[in-house]
């Protein structure tokens, strides 16, 4: 009754029965137009490509294109001695379209000249000219099999490996580990982006950020700005817009697991004008646990997250933001009501996650008056809850074998200056961190309890020049930071020191030569640092931190304004990797699953390398077709305590391939694809004896890693969107599936107890291997109606 309720509804939408749209309705386009240091540009052009539509900006470089038919658009601004620049694929909706700001650079051409040059290409920032991709709100909420998740949609990037069994959301870059990556939000530091993340890591089955909030998503996989501390792999920032300043606008999304409401305005707005003090917020609210119970599925997931952003414009030079972002996650199980093998296996093996985040932040932006810079100012503070626990007896909660009842508070400031001196600019700047976390552990397998308490100060300092020369053809930025703590034992600010430089040659029209080499560090999780054994000794604080040196070249080649192809090759080389005492294995082999990273007993002694080529193209909307493609090949190995032993990580699938793509058709329908495939891949075999002795705790058998491999993930994902436009509301409605050959997922062998038809356990126990069906085609609906 319910799918055939559900494809009624769906047809209706797609083939009819819905009012008429008139053919007036029109839509206005607004945004501004500033100079790198954020001084407006007056008289700049900006219009849309292809049309006779387009504005000139006024005095405070505002600009307002009217009466425009809703539908995709190559947005395009212009203005003498700046680099032109294209925002490409905008959707202009007759509600809901936000702002499009842009910040031009200026060119070393003789005033008088409109330059179009390679600023109107497919560029990247020249402190990071290679190793960087960029998604625009549009490309991000239109992704196949995303289901508008921003964190999912930065997995099918160039050199990011899906996750074993593609479900989670760990960012797995050119070989190395989940935990390598850091993540910003407006320049705030956010460690867990994810519902149910992995304490010490950072992936998880879902995503926190609501893509209503985003202005653009940026991944870098090397070259990392000095500013940023702590990435060995790479670095996700998240830029959002503010809220609308003229109207109060909002938006419902619904979908196959969630619904979404998300509220803007301006806030104390006198009649007919622009209001100073903006508010974006959001709430969003799960029923895969009412779902799940319907089908019959023993996982109960319940989640909501919050996210805010008041902005408010104290004057020409000065602004401030309040950015909040936080979790709400309840993961239980309940048993089904008939048996079911693998459903009971999941039912035994499952932990029950109570996790609660939260961050928040005050951004302080305040531009020189001489137009010679700005500086930022961030305090912000993050929080995780974490309770982890495993259960001998997970239907009646009993018999506890693993709990990690925890929790990580930081507490920073970030200070960073820009300056432009000539053709010069400078960016340097400090952090300051006060770091809290407590928790208390009782791991029954491994014979372990402890209570811990650890706080202290992580500080660093940083800075950065760059420079063009020879009229643009050249661009070099070299820079350097340096950390330390007041807990750790072993390392110092000159221990510390990690210097990186970037060059970038335009050495033939249309052909640019980039290349990079930086040292990178970053400091242990709270998990390491904070583990006691059984006497409630801190026998890691001696760990030293983890060291990355990155070595890439690359050769990018324009063939338009909106289409290139790039390939790179890259090196890392690891050093003071934590192992495992236990395991003897390094941790870059684990940390993407539920559970805690770290929280045991390592010897900084480790060594890893990854290397390998990347090629690339990407075409940019037009003739009414945008995708990127890539194609990825590498090595990743790490070694044990033997640090002349490299073997294969959990993560050298050695092939990696990712194509998204999609087309506009006409009557604003859009049909896009995702697809993913990833080599063989090692991973790590069950230890049958021990995990029979100790079930439902399953124990790996890392001595074996590498004796086999996984098959290979091939995932197609296909999407169609149909968007209307009435008076007072915009409407969006997508379907799509995942998988849709049907396709087995590969994952490693799942075991559980022997028994009859009737779920009695044969005697004596014994474990069998559980069948399950990993190739099914997943298919869901989703509605955008903005207002």
Same mark, same amino acid.
């Given at each position: 009754m319910y799918k055939i309720t559900l494809s009624i509804f769906v047809s209706a939408l797609f083939f009819g029965n819905i009012p008429k749209i008139s053919s007036q309705v029109t839509s206005n386009l607004f945004g501004t137009v500033v100079d790198e240091v954020g001084q407006p540009i007056f008289g700049a052009s900006v219009f849309l490509e292809g049309t006779g539509q387009g504005a000139q900006t006024d005095f405070d470089g505002n600009y307002t294109i009217k009466n425009i038919t809703p539908g995709s658009y190559n947005l395009v601004v212009s203005y003498i001695g700046y680099k032109t620049q294209t925002e490409y694929n905008i959707i202009v909706r007759s509600k809901g379209t936000p702002n499009y700001n842009f910040v031009l650079k200026e060119s070393v051409q003789q005033l008088g000249e409109v330059v179009v040059s390679n600023a109107n290409k497919i560029s990247r920032p020249r402190e990071t000219p290679l190793s960087t991709q960029s998604l625009s709100a549009v490309e991000i909420a239109t992704y196949p099999g995303s289901n508008n998740d921003v964190v999912q949609v930065a997995q099918t990037l160039p050199g990011v490996s899906p996750s074993i069994g593609g479900f989670r959301n760990d960012l797995i870059i050119r070989g190395g580990a989940p935990n390598e990556t850091v993540y910003y939000?407006?320049?705030?530091?956010?460690?867990? %982006?994810?519902?149910?993340?992995? #304490?010490?890591?950072?992936?998880?089955?879902?995503?926190?950020? $609501? /893509?209503?909030?985003?202005? $653009?998503?940026?991944?870098?996989?090397?070259?990392?700005?000095?500013?940023?501390?702590?990435?060995?792999?790479?670095?996700?920032?998240?830029?959002?817009?503010?809220?609308?300043?003229? $109207?109060? &606008?909002?938006?419902?999304?619904?979908?196959?697991?969630?619904?979404?409401?998300?509220?803007?305005?301006?806030?104390?707005?006198?009649?007919?004008?622009?209001?100073?003090?903006?508010?974006?917020? @959001?709430?969003?609210?799960?029923?895969?646990?009412?779902?799940?119970?319907?089908?019959?599925?023993?996982f109960r997931p319940n989640y909501w997250d919050y996210q805010y952003k008041i902005n408010h414009k104290i004057n020409t030079y000065n602004d401030i933001s309040l950015i909040g972002i936080g979790s709400i996650d309840d993961f239980s199980v309940e048993s089904p009501d008939d048996f079911d093998a693998e459903q009971q296996a999941q039912l035994e093996q499952a932990p029950f996650i109570n996790q609660r985040t939260n961050a928040i932040g005050v951004t302080w932006k305040n531009r020189f008056k001489d137009g010679s810079g700005f500086m930022e100012t961030t305090l912000s503070n993050n929080t995780l809850v974490n309770d982890f626990t495993r259960f001998e007896d997970a239907e009646n909660e009993t018999g506890v074998i693993f709990s990690?009842?925890?929790?990580?508070?930081?507490?920073?400031?970030?200070?960073?200056?820009?300056?432009?001196?000539?053709?010069?600019?400078?960016?340097?700047?400090?952090?300051?961190?006060?770091?809290? !976390?407590?928790?208390?552990?009782?791991?029954? &397998?491994?014979?372990?309890?402890?209570?811990? #308490?650890?706080?202290?100060?992580? !500080?660093?300092?940083?800075?950065?020049?760059?420079?063009?020369?020879?009229?643009?053809?050249?661009? /070099?930025?070299?820079?350097?930071?340096?950390?330390?703590?007041?807990?750790?034992?072993?390392?110092?600010?000159?221990?510390?020191?990690?210097?990186?430089?970037?060059?970038?040659?335009?050495?033939?029209?249309?052909?640019?030569?980039?290349?990079?080499?930086? *040292?990178?560090?970053?400091?242990?999780?709270?998990?390491?640092?904070?583990?006691?054994?059984?006497?409630?000794?801190?026998?890691?604080?001696?760990?030293?931190?983890?060291?990355?040196d990155h070595v890439v070249i690359g050769l990018q080649h324009y063939f338009g304004p909106s289409s290139s192809i790039s390939l790179e090759g890259f090196y890392k080389r690891y050093d003071d990797y934590?192992?495992?005492?236990?395991?003897?294995?390094?941790?870059?082999?684990?940390?993407?699953?539920?559970? %805690?990273?770290?929280?045991?007993?390592?010897?900084?002694?480790?060594?890893?390398?990854?290397?390998?080529?990347?090629?690339?193209? #990407?075409?940019?909307?037009?003739?009414?077709?945008?995708? %990127?493609?890539?194609?990825?090949?590498?090595? @990743?190995?790490? &070694?044990?305590?033997? *640090?002349?032993?490299?073997?294969?990580?959990?993560?050298?699938?050695?092939?990696? %391939?990712?194509?998204t793509g999609g087309y506009k058709l006409k009557r604003n329908w859009e049909i896009s694809a995702r697809y993913r495939f990833a080599g063989e891949t090692p991973f790590v075999p069950t230890n049958l004896e021990e995990t029979l002795e100790n079930y439902p705790e399953v124990v790996l058998d890392y001595n074996r890693l590498g004796e086999e491999n996984l098959n290979v993930f091939s995932q197609l994902d296909v999407r169609i969107d149909k968007k209307w436009n009435f008076t007072k509301l915009s409407l969006n409605v997508f379907a799509e599936a995942q998988n849709i050959l049907g396709q087995d997922i590969p994952q490693p062998a799942e075991y559980g107890l022997n028994r009859d038809s009737n779920g009695t356990i044969i005697q004596p126990r014994s474990l069998i291997e559980i069948e399950s069906d990993t190739g099914q085609i997943i298919p869901s609906i989703g509605i955008v109606v903005d207002f």
């Open positions: 939000l407006d320049g705030m530091e956010i460690p867990n %982006i994810n519902h149910f993340s992995t #304490q010490g890591s950072a992936g998880g089955p879902v995503g926190l950020i $609501n /893509v209503s909030f985003i202005d $653009n998503v940026t991944l870098s996989t090397s070259a990392f700005g000095a500013q940023y501390d702590n990435p060995l792999s790479g670095v996700l920032q998240f830029s959002q817009r503010n809220g609308n300043s003229r $109207n109060f &606008t909002g938006n419902f999304r619904v979908s196959a697991s969630e619904a979404a409401l998300t509220l803007e305005g301006p806030l104390f707005k006198k009649s007919g004008e622009k209001g100073k003090t903006t508010f974006l917020a @959001s709430v969003r609210r799960s029923y895969l646990q009412f779902l799940f119970e319907a089908i019959g599925l023993p990690n009842d925890a929790r990580e508070s930081e507490t920073k400031l970030r200070y960073a200056l820009t300056k432009f001196i000539g053709d010069w600019k400078l960016t340097s700047g400090f952090n300051l961190q006060h770091s809290d !976390y407590e928790n208390e552990t009782l791991n029954i &397998t491994d014979g372990l309890a402890f209570t811990t #308490q650890i706080d202290f100060f992580k !500080y660093g300092f940083f800075s950065n020049l760059t420079k063009s020369f020879f009229d643009d053809k050249l661009d /070099v930025s070299f820079g350097f930071r340096m950390d330390n703590d007041s807990f750790t034992e072993e390392d110092n600010l000159f221990s510390t020191f990690s210097p990186r430089l970037s060059l970038s040659y335009e050495f033939s029209e249309n052909w640019r030569l980039n290349g990079s080499l930086g *040292r990178y560090y970053k400091l242990p999780p709270y998990t390491i640092l904070g583990f006691r054994d059984n006497n409630g000794i801190l026998i890691n604080q001696d760990s030293e931190y983890t060291l990355s934590p192992v495992s005492v236990l395991d003897g294995v390094s941790l870059a082999n684990k940390g993407a699953d539920f559970e %805690i990273l770290g929280s045991e007993d390592v010897e900084t002694v480790g060594r890893g390398r990854s290397y390998g080529a990347e090629l690339q193209f #990407q075409q940019k909307l037009s003739n009414n077709f945008y995708g %990127i493609f890539a194609y990825t090949w590498f090595y @990743s190995e790490f &070694t044990g305590f033997d *640090r002349n032993v490299f073997l294969p990580s959990v993560w050298d699938s050695r092939h990696l %391939i990712s194509f």
